[in-house]
């Protein structure tokens, strides 16, 4: 159980457009989903916590208008990247809190490149 | 001092042996701790978790939890190859974040 699946796995854009990532639980609900990236060999790094219904709370140095984000149900969160840059390329993961002692469920990631 | 603090490796050790992986935490009032398994450009995944002093047993896996010394460890026994990855020890906040380490790697040599 405490399935997440996100889409798309991997996307290449274009500078200045914007890019939807979408993360949804699939056998439990996440009443707060996270947001991270992950620059090649580095650890990971919050971004944001969305709870459902509400808005996100953003992590110091995240721009919370380059870094839209949207949790509309229990099973499903959106991160949108606006005008993204080549230095938004990186590996965007998120995760949904589970029941029991709040641990986390990580999607397998998207992968996003600008170019 | 950082939050979670991990050996970044890495920790190299032949097949079958035990893996031995330590994390320490700052915070004294911390109550729950998870191990994630981190595959090269892949996403974490969540091994275990536990909140009382003592072991936890899970198949190869053993959690071992100290918060009188505040440290975390995770021993894999018999450990394969296929172990080979990155190890992250993660400390719930007293909100309902993870305070991530920044791992240890883990190679199992055949």
């Known amino acids: 159980g405490a399935v997440v699946s996100q889409h798309p796995s991997w996307v290449i854009c274009k500078s200045g457009t914007s890019v939807k990532i979408e993360c949804r639980s699939l056998d439990f609900q996440a009443t707060t989903m996270f947001w991270y990236r992950q620059f090649p060999k580095q650890s990971l790094m919050l971004m944001a916590t969305s709870n459902e219904g509400s808005k996100a709370t953003y992590e110091q140095g995240v721009e919370k208008d380059k870094f839209l984000i949207n949790h509309a149900s229990l099973t499903l969160s959106t991160l949108t990247v606006t005008s993204a840059h080549p230095e938004d390329s990186s590996f965007y993961i998120c995760?949904?809190?589970?029941?029991?002692?709040?641990?986390?469920?990580f999607g397998p990631g998207t992968r996003l490149t600008v170019t | 001092q950082k939050e979670v603090e991990q050996n970044s490796g890495p920790l190299s050790v032949p097949e079958g042996a035990i893996a031995s992986l330590n994390c320490t935490y700052s915070?004294?009032?911390?109550?729950?701790f998870f191990w994630y398994r981190q595959y090269s450009g892949k996403s974490p995944e969540l091994i275990m978790f536990?909140?009382?002093?003592g072991d936890k047993e899970d198949g190869r896996f053993t959690a071992q939890l100290n918060k009188a010394s505040q440290y975390v460890s995770l021993l894999i026994r018999d450990s394969q190859p296929s172990d080979s990855a990155t190890y992250l020890c993660?400390?719930?906040?007293?909100?309902?974040?993870?305070?991530f380490g920044t791992g240890t790697r883990l190679q199992v040599f055949p």
């Open positions: 995760s949904g809190n589970g029941r029991v002692d709040f641990e986390q469920y």
């Open positions: 993660a400390v719930r906040s007293n909100t309902d974040k993870l305070i």
């Open positions: 536990i909140y009382s002093n």
């Open positions: 915070d004294r009032g911390s109550q729950s």
